[in-house]
Structure formats: structure tokens, C-alpha cells
């Protein structure tokens, strides 16, 4: 038994003396009333308030001693015979213990006075002991104490309620039963008079509200279980609980359990269930978790009724639990709509755009086994291109097997078009587009494969430019004039770095000019230009500025100091020329007209410079860096050879550029046009340039062979 005594009382013994004060006061302003109100019956004032029931209630006022009786809520009516005093100012009476708050009235022969205000009650309710000490929701729990009639409100931990009208299932002054709430949890309880701001009184002693828990050893079933089955939960108090949880957030409410009992549950196991632990939970929705955990079983894939398979088309997949599968999947496409003929086989629909390889099979519990054997797809196959010559615009036609499973054609050139089935015919069409090559086609089928044509598709040309002449070499900013046919079709100009020319100069069908984009690639390079049909040509190979140093870079001369000689030393033999240096690079410049003679020479080996011997010369390409002054003219012209270990070797006219716009770039000489081959040895004599005429402003360095 559980016992405790705390107790709200409230007595308000000032109240009483202000309302016996007043009375007093009230009494004394009354005896100079008319005469003809002497014998009025008067209530001036009753207390106290609030009052214990079982305590003395005052009233005072005048002529009181006509009083025959007074009714208390909720309609005690006790006669004058039993006031405890009566007098003309004063009548005084025990208050019932029945009594309920209400206005009270005083019972006259001249009629009825009702207080304007109603009487109130203090009274000490009061817990001594409650039973059982630890219960079941939905038991009953038996309070003892003291003015138990009064309460309205059982309040359980956590905040749970029980209120009379619908838990209580008795109640008197001194003992209360009332049901335990589906939702209460162990902790102190206390009883409320459920007034606006009401008296609530609580235990000290904790009530233990019984909790559900697993057994210690085979709470339920761990071997490998099967979502959709039975599985049994031992374990105590069982009957308390109202949800089973499973790891994925699957809840089984008590509703749907198969049986239950106080020592087992039986639920279907959900489909979504995973992997792990169970929780159980009472109506407080308190957690109780399990040690043990639930593994489910998974599908076994053991081949296909067809393989290979045509996409669109069905197939069945063999094994066993295959009853558990809700989603088949090829590599990024999935398949969800699946009939189960057993849990030995399932059927479904091929994606069309499902690629052939391994499938997965997923569960609901969104466990993921795979087959153990690829699946091939059945691709579309071309016998006939007819024509197999067009200009863009034209259609094509494509035939031969499972062309229904064609989603577009690639062209040769990279260009890719929609293609269009006709069933009735058996044969795809598609659009020759602009910028289309001469070669086969790629089938591309719904899944993404492709399948290539064993025929080559030759492409029309009829609106191409066609350039006669363009320069070998250009400085980034400046002007590129190219001459040619149809070139106002152009409509892009692109220069290596995949960078599109945005200012142009004069442009016709058969003039172009072009500013040199300031941010091209540096080196050798090609420019693209499409047409206003997206077709598009090239340009000869195009030295763009200064080709870089490499590693494999074989210096002739530099005009840098190495070892014991000083490029500086190098100016022509022929005079008209000198070294200087600007920004740190040192090099030669002609700063007079040189008719003939030479421009780069050298042959200072012994001094710890010595030249190179190549082997396999024609696999190396010939270079020297240029500029030639804003305003000079003529370089062009200058019938120059190149001089080699001693060996002479003509080259002509147009060994320089005839421009290079006033900045540096890099010319390349073949080396087949000096007539060289297999190994050449520069280790001793002279090394250079020779000819004339060769104009005042022209600059030159780094004399040099790059591989090819």
C-alpha cells in the first residue's frame, strides 16, 4: 500500500473577520433606517469563504430570527431547528458534506433571499494509500483519501489523463477506481478538481505501469525469414503491446497482429522490412528494442526462359523466393511491373531502352541480388541503304531486322538524327544532315547500343567553300586574308583552341578577311569554317606565332652563350647585321640591306658549342623564329639556302614570310625540300643561312630541328 499526506487547505480566517467587521459596520448604518424597514428581513454579508464542508457558515444581517430555513447547493435545505445559532442579527450552520458550490437561499414568510454570491469550498482533498503498487493499462487502480468526491481528473505520467465520465469506475468521498490509460508510463500520479486553474494534488510513491519486454534467449525466429510470413515474438507481457516496428520503419499496429497474448505475438512480416532489431511498444509509445535481429530472405536468380531477348518483348526469370522481387533492373533502367507465376518464376516486360548485361533483382526491403548470367539483347541489323549518296536534306532509307528498336542514325562526322520506323514497310528513314561524312553509319538502337553499317554512306557536298590561298603563317591580332570560292557562306570562322573569330574585315564569295583571335592556340594548327548548312572544311596547316622549345628541340644557333662561346660573337660574315637583346632574349637583326652574303653563320664548335649530328634527319622538320618590321618589303623575294656542316642546300624564294605584322613567329622549312636525309653532322664547319636580298628589319632566331 502506498500512503501519503499532502494536503491543500485553505482557511481565510482574515476573510472572516473583514465579513464580521463589515457585518458590524452594515448593522450599525441600518439603525437609522425608517421605521417602516425595521422589520425588514436583510442579508448583508455570509462567510466564511471559502468554506470546509463540515464547518460553520455565518450570515449576518437583520431580522434573521424570521429565517424558517436555508437551502444549500445543490438543494440541502436545513430548517431552522437545526441552525447551530439564530438570533435577529445572526444565524450560523453546518455546512453538509454533500454540499456543491451555488448561490444559497434563506427561506422566509415574506419570501426568498438569494445570495448574489455563490458559496465555495476549501476542502482538503487528500491521497493516503493507492492499489495495486505496479499495474497493467487497462487494469483498475483503487485510491484511498479524502473528499475523492471532488476529483476530476486522475493524471498519470507522461501527462496522461483519465477523466471521470469515461475511466472512473467508481467514486466516493473516500475512494476512487478509475482505469489505467492505454498511454500511461511508471512515474508519480495526481488527482485534480479539474477547476480553470485547479487543485492538484500528487503522490510522492512512484506507480510502476508495466512495461512489455522480449524473452532473454529466442525472442523470435533469427535464421533467414520471409517478408510476407508469420513470425512469432515470445516474451512477457505482451498484451500491453500495441505496435511491432521493424528496421525500415515498418509498424504492425495491434489491429493487424494474428493473435496475441500475454507471453506471444504473431505478425505478418511487412514486405519493406529490412535487416535488424524489432522494437515493441506500449500505448505510452515507449520503445522497447530487441538484442536479437531478423535477417530476411532474398532471391535466388537461376537463368531466363530466353536469352537472348528482344527489348519490348516479355521474359520470364527462374529461381526460387522469386515471389519477393519488386523491381528488376538493367544497368540504369528499371522494371516494376512484374506478375508472379510463383516464387519460382516472375514475368515482365523488357524495357526498350534496357541494355543487355547483368539484371539486378530488388526486394521490397530493397535488398539487390543479380543474375548469374548476362542477358544479351537482340540489336537491330541493316542489309540495304538506299541511296546510299545524298546531299543534306535528303531522306535515307534503312532496312533489315528488328528495325522497330531504332531511336536515331549517327553520320559519319559525328552528326546524330532521330529516326523514323515505318511498320508497314519494315524500314527506318532518316534526314542527311549538314555536316555529314562520307562513311557508314551508326545505328544507335532504344537502349543505346549501336550497331554500324557494313555499307558506307557518301555525303553530296553542294554549298563547300573552297579555299585557293591563305597564308602559312599569322601573328594572333592580326588581319588573315584568304581568297577563295563561296565563301560568303561562311558563318564561323574557328581557330585552334576551338576558339570562334568575332571580328572580321571585307567579306565576299571570294575575299575573306579575318582577325586572328589574340588568345589562339601558339604552334601549328588548322582553322575549321562552317557553312550557313552546318557543313564545314579546313584550312592548310597554319603556323600561328613563336612554336615553343621543347625537350626534343635540336639547337643550331641561339645566339645564347654556351660553354666557351658567346652567341654573341655570330653576326653575319657579310656585315648588315648585329646582336641585341630586348626583354632577355638575345638575337640577330639585319639593320642593313644584305644583296647577298650571309645572315646566320657559325662555326665556333671548338669552343665548347658543338653542333648537333642528326641521325635520320627527314624525321625532323626544320625551323627558325622571324620578325620582320611593320613597312618592310620584299623578304619574300630573298633566294636564301641553308648551310650544314659545310653542306650547302638550295631552298629559293619564299623561305621568309613576306609579313609577320611587326611580331615574332615561327617559320618550318621540310626538310625534304633541301634535299637532306639520313645523317647529317653539324660537329664541324659552318652552320647558317646564306643569299640575298635580304631587306633592313628583318630579326632572327633560334636556328633549330623539331621532330615531326
Same mark, same amino acid.
Given at each position: ?17 473583514? /465579513? =464580521? ?10 439603525? &437609522? ?8 428581513? $436583510? ?55 454533500? !454540499? +456543491? ?8 414568510? $415574506?419570501?426568498? *433571499? ?31 483519501? &479524502? ?12 501527462? %496522461? ?6 475511466? /472512473? ?21 495526481? +488527482? ?8 492538484? #494534488? ?55 497482429? +494474428? ?73 540504369? %533502367? ?11 518464376? #516472375? ?5 526498350? &531502352? ?10 521490397? !526491403? ?19 541503304? !538506299? ?56 545505328? +544507335? !538502337? ?85 557553312? =550557313?548548312? @552546318? $557543313? ?17 628541340? *635540336?639547337? =643550331? ?94 631552298? @629559293?624564294?619564299?623561305? /621568309? ?11 618550318? *622549312? ?9 645523317? %647529317? ?28
Amino acid at each position: 500500500m502506498q500512503t501519503k499526506y499532502m494536503q491543500y487547505i485553505r482557511y481565510s480566517f482574515s476573510m472572516l473577520m473583514l /465579513f =464580521v467587521l463589515g457585518a458590524g459596520l452594515l448593522f450599525t448604518s441600518c439603525e &437609522d433606517d425608517d421605521d417602516e424597514n425595521e422589520s425588514k428581513v $436583510e442579508l448583508l454579508s455570509y462567510g466564511p469563504m471559502p468554506v470546509a464542508r463540515g464547518g460553520e457558515l455565518r450570515f449576518i444581517g437583520n431580522n434573521l430570527d424570521k429565517v424558517t430555513s436555508v437551502v444549500i447547493p445543490d438543494g440541502i435545505e436545513i430548517a431552522s431547528a437545526d441552525f447551530t445559532s439564530r438570533s435577529t442579527d445572526l444565524i450560523t450552520v453546518t455546512v453538509p458534506q454533500t !454540499a +456543491v458550490e451555488g448561490l444559497v437561499v434563506l427561506k422566509t414568510s $415574506e419570501g426568498d *433571499i438569494t445570495t448574489k454570491t455563490p458559496i465555495g469550498f476549501s476542502e482538503p482533498i487528500s491521497i493516503d494509500e493507492f492499489a495495486p503498487a505496479s499495474i497493467k493499462p487497462g487494469d483498475i487502480l483503487t485510491i484511498k483519501g &479524502d473528499y475523492l468526491n471532488l476529483v476530476k481528473e486522475v493524471i498519470f505520467t507522461d501527462r %496522461v489523463v483519465a477523466i471521470d465520465s469515461v475511466s /472512473f469506475e467508481s467514486q466516493s468521498r473516500k475512494e476512487l477506481q478509475v482505469v489505467v490509460p492505454d498511454g500511461a508510463q511508471t512515474g508519480i500520479i495526481g +488527482v485534480s478538481d479539474g477547476a480553470e486553474d485547479p487543485i492538484i #494534488i500528487y503522490t510522492e510513491e512512484t506507480l510502476d505501469v508495466v512495461l512489455p519486454s522480449f524473452a532473454e534467449e529466442n525472442a523470435f525466429t533469427t535464421d533467414p525469414v520471409k517478408a510476407g510470413e508469420e513470425l512469432t515474438i515470445s516474451g512477457s507481457n505482451l498484451d500491453v503491446v500495441r505496435k511491432v516496428e521493424f528496421s525500415g520503419d515498418q509498424v504492425v499496429e495491434s489491429d493487424d497482429f +494474428v493473435s496475441q497474448t500475454e507471453s506471444e505475438i504473431v505478425v505478418v512480416i511487412p514486405a519493406a522490412a529490412h535487416d535488424g532489431t524489432i522494437a515493441i511498444m506500449p500505448g505510452s509509445g515507449l520503445e522497447i528494442v530487441s538484442v536479437e535481429e531478423i535477417e530476411l530472405m532474398v532471391p535466388t536468380i537461376t537463368g531466363f526462359n530466353v536469352n537472348p531477348v528482344k527489348p519490348g518483348t516479355l521474359l520470364r526469370a527462374l529461381g526460387e523466393d522469386l515471389d519477393l522481387v519488386t523491381q528488376v533492373v538493367f544497368g540504369a %533502367v528499371s522494371q516494376t511491373e512484374i506478375v508472379v507465376i510463383s516464387d519460382t518464376e #516472375i514475368e515482365f516486360t523488357v524495357p526498350v &531502352d534496357a541494355p543487355g548485361g547483368v539484371l539486378g533483382f530488388v526486394t521490397a !526491403a530493397e535488398k539487390e541480388v543479380t543474375s548469374s548470367e548476362e542477358l544479351q539483347m537482340i540489336m537491330p541489323s541493316i542489309s540495304e541503304l !538506299a541511296p546510299d549518296a545524298a546531299p543534306a536534306g535528303d531522306t535515307v532509307r534503312l532496312g533489315g531486322e528488328n528495325l522497330d528498336l531504332v531511336a536515331s542514325v549517327t553520320f559519319t562526322g559525328g552528326v546524330n538524327v532521330e529516326a523514323e520506323y515505318d511498320e508497314s514497310k519494315d524500314s527506318v528513314y532518316v534526314a542527311v544532315p549538314n555536316g555529314a561524312e562520307n562513311g557508314p553509319l551508326t545505328v +544507335v !538502337a532504344k537502349n543505346s547500343e549501336e550497331v554500324v553499317t557494313t555499307q558506307s554512306f557518301t555525303f553530296i557536298s553542294i554549298n563547300v567553300p573552297v579555299i585557293n590561298s591563305i597564308p602559312g603563317a599569322v601573328m594572333p591580332g592580326s588581319l588573315l586574308v584568304i581568297e577563295g570560292e563561296k565563301l560568303d557562306l561562311l558563318t564561323d570562322v574557328i581557330f585552334p583552341g576551338d576558339i570562334t573569330a568575332t571580328m572580321f574585315g571585307n567579306k565576299s564569295a571570294t575575299l575573306l578577311e579575318v582577325y586572328v583571335p589574340e588568345n589562339v592556340t601558339m604552334g601549328k594548327g588548322i582553322i575549321t569554317f562552317v557553312t =550557313v548548312d @552546318g $557543313e564545314t572544311t579546313t584550312s592548310p596547316e597554319i603556323s600561328f606565332g613563336v612554336d615553343p622549345i621543347t625537350p626534343e628541340t *635540336i639547337i =643550331v644557333n641561339d645566339y645564347e652563350p654556351h660553354g666557351g662561346h658567346d652567341g654573341s660573337w655570330d653576326s653575319g660574315w657579310s656585315g648588315g647585321t648585329e646582336i641585341t637583346t630586348e626583354d632577355g632574349n638575345t638575337f640577330l637583326k639585319v639593320v642593313a640591306q644584305i644583296a647577298e652574303g650571309w645572315v646566320i653563320n657559325c662555326n665556333h664548335q671548338a669552343n665548347g658549342a658543338p653542333g648537333p649530328v642528326i641521325e635520320n634527319i627527314e624525321n625532323y622538320v626544320l625551323k627558325f623564329d622571324i620578325r620582320i618590321d611593320e613597312g618592310v618589303t620584299g623578304a619574300e623575294n630573298a633566294q636564301m639556302q641553308v648551310v650544314l656542316g659545310d653542306g650547302w642546300h638550295w631552298f @629559293g624564294p619564299g623561305f /621568309f614570310p613576306a609579313s609577320t605584322n611587326g611580331g615574332w613567329m615561327t617559320v618550318e *622549312i621540310p626538310v625534304s625540300a633541301l634535299g637532306l636525309s639520313g645523317k %647529317v653532322d653539324m660537329s664541324s664547319g659552318t652552320n647558317g643561312i646564306y643569299g640575298g636580298v635580304v631587306p633592313a628589319g628583318i630579326s632572327l632566331d633560334n636556328l633549330r630541328f623539331d621532330p615531326k
